[in-house]
């Protein structure tokens, strides 16, 4: 059966809150490394992040997982220092692509 977006949102929320909770406060979560686990979750943490489509859980990172957030953010910096550049590189690829 489908659940209703309330019932969604509170089950990523109780989510984050285990994630936050197990990272605790290091710097990754097997130490001062980052992991597989680390990139797998950079990977679905900096969709609601970065990519504004209103879903309200990026206002729950914000304001209830701040640390979940400064990973994503250590790792954005560690791994892609050009982040903004090519994001705004893409935006004009695919601008021009459906302009032809």
Avoid at 52 to 73: H, R, S
């Amino acid at each position: 059966s489908r659940h209703e977006n309330s019932v969604i949102w509170d089950m990523a929320g109780q989510d984050f809150m285990s994630l936050s909770n197990w990272l605790g406060s290091k710097q990754y979560f097997h130490g001062s490394e980052p992991s597989t686990v680390d990139c797998m979750l950079f990977g679905h943490l900096a969709q609601f992040l970065y990519i504004d489509i209103g879903f309200p859980q990026k206002t729950y990172l914000e304001n209830n997982c701040q640390n979940l957030v400064a990973l994503v953010e250590r790792m954005k910096t560690k791994y892609w220092p050009d982040w903004e550049e090519t994001i705004e590189e893409s935006k004009q690829i695919y601008q021009r692509s459906i302009q032809n």
